[in-house]
């Protein structure tokens, strides 16, 4: 008998709440080891021990079932399999080191490279979000939905930088438009929170380029909530719609428009 959505989004809160406690305790006992990785990127032992955990939960609830992380299997999977995990162990993982609050689980379902199950955790901050493909989008429990922004005068846009410096000076001439045709942008250190915040109305846009794990749990769930989702550039031919991580754009519903003009255009 197939597995229901409603099964699989159960199993993956469940699965992100135990999550979030390893990430709490780890934090709180401050026992824990960082390096580099590939000499620019933070990586924590908790990020390689969540990851574990979370790969060996949904190998037992999910048996068969691909699966594509940030540490334990980046590079192992398509994006079209029949049943794919994505996961981000920690989203956040400088934030979590240096004692800030935005940290989260990511962990999405795509079914032949369509999302259809988001869980977004943030242990520190006590929040859940969750979205199931039509059936909307919840923040614990609660129905959410994008702001009614519709100007970009008005519009708070959540960015991030990548950690390649070499690669930020291209980003100069986008974050100048929006300094100066938008109210302001904040910049917090979890694209997965970012575009949670998106889903419940507390930014009104977001642009950046990331990984797969980062985004693709976040996207099904703004999705769900009624935020729309896209790109500043076409997705090639033979990637998922869902898990192509560049330049993405999801915004409130009376921006998308405006806010993807003014960005191409620089």
């Excluded at 960082?34 to 990851?51: C, F, P, S, Y």
């Excluded at 242990?123 to 609660?142: H, M």
């Excluded at 959540?158 to 980003?171: C, E, Q, V």
């Excluded at 769900?224 to 500043?232: N, S």
Aim: hydrophobic content about 45%; charged content about 25%.
């Amino acid at each position: 008998m197939a597995i229901t959505l409603k099964a699989r989004l159960d199993e993956a809160v469940r699965i992100a709440g135990e999550a979030g406690r390893i990430i709490t305790q780890a934090r709180a006992e401050q026992r824990f080891d960082r390096r580099m990785k590939q000499g620019i990127e933070l990586v924590t032992d908790v990020d390689v021990a969540v990851d574990t955990f979370i790969s060996e939960e949904l190998a037992r609830c999910f048996p068969g079932e691909a699966r594509l992380s940030e540490e334990l299997s980046p590079e192992q999977a398509t994006g079209l399999e029949e049943a794919l995990w994505v996961v981000d162990p920690i989203d956040g993982t400088v934030n979590f080191a240096q004692g800030l609050r935005h940290v989260a689980v990511s962990i999405a379902w795509l079914e032949r490279g369509v999302g259809k199950v988001g869980v977004v955790h943030a242990p520190f901050l006590d929040e859940t979000f969750t979205a199931v493909e039509g059936g909307g989008a919840f923040c614990n429990g609660c129905a959410i939905a994008p702001s009614g922004a519709d100007a970009l005068a008005t519009t708070l846009v959540g960015t991030g930088f990548p950690y390649d410096r070499s690669a930020r000076k291209t980003l100069m001439p986008r974050l100048e438009a929006i300094l100066t045709h938008c109210q302001d942008i904040r910049r917090n250190g979890a694209a997965a929170l970012d575009i949670c915040d998106i889903a419940c109305g507390r930014l009104d846009a977001y642009v950046e380029t990331v990984s797969p794990w980062d985004f693709a749990a976040g996207w099904v769930i703004a999705r769900e909530a009624g935020a729309t989702v896209g790109r500043l550039v076409d997705v090639p031919p033979g990637f998922s719609e869902d898990l192509y991580p560049q330049q993405l754009l999801i915004t409130a519903p009376g921006v998308f428009d405006e806010m993807k003009a003014l960005l191409v255009s620089v």
